[in-house]
């Protein structure tokens, strides 16, 4: 019944801006905390950002100040604004809930995944 479905990937050049979106439904995810994960190809899976149900922030070294996590409550979606997106920005992403107020940068910790998007940064 919950499905969260992510969307705005693509091919994108270095220096552009892209905004993912991440659409829960099935069940309301208002206090609960979400979260952005990627995976590049032959790389592990990483934390990328994730908000809280107060919307504080929390982001990797590799993107603070480049990307802006945000939810929208009331369309029971998480956003993921991508800025000045470099070759290495390059995965998928993958949006994830977890079933508590507090934020965590661990997969583990994390309930329930979509089925990523694909975002390719070229030169």
């Known amino acids: 019944q919950v499905q969260l479905v992510e969307s705005g990937g693509g091919l994108v050049q270095a220096g552009d801006s892209l905004r993912l979106s991440c659409a829960a439904s099935g069940r309301t995810f208002s206090n609960y905390a979400m979260g952005w994960f990627r995976q590049a190809p032959g790389k592990e899976r990483e934390f990328v950002a994730a908000i809280s149900r107060s919307h504080s922030r929390y982001y990797a070294d590799s993107v603070k100040g480049r990307y802006t996590i945000s939810r929208d409550n009331a369309k029971n979606t998480v956003y993921l604004q991508m800025n000045s997106l470099k070759l290495e920005d390059t995965a998928v992403y993958y949006c994830?809930?977890?079933?508590?107020?507090?934020?965590?940068?661990?997969?583990?910790?994390?309930?329930?995944w979509g089925q990523g998007t694909q975002v390719t940064v070229s030169s």
């Open positions: 994830a809930v977890r079933q508590s107020r507090v934020y965590s940068g661990y997969e583990t910790d994390y309930d329930y």
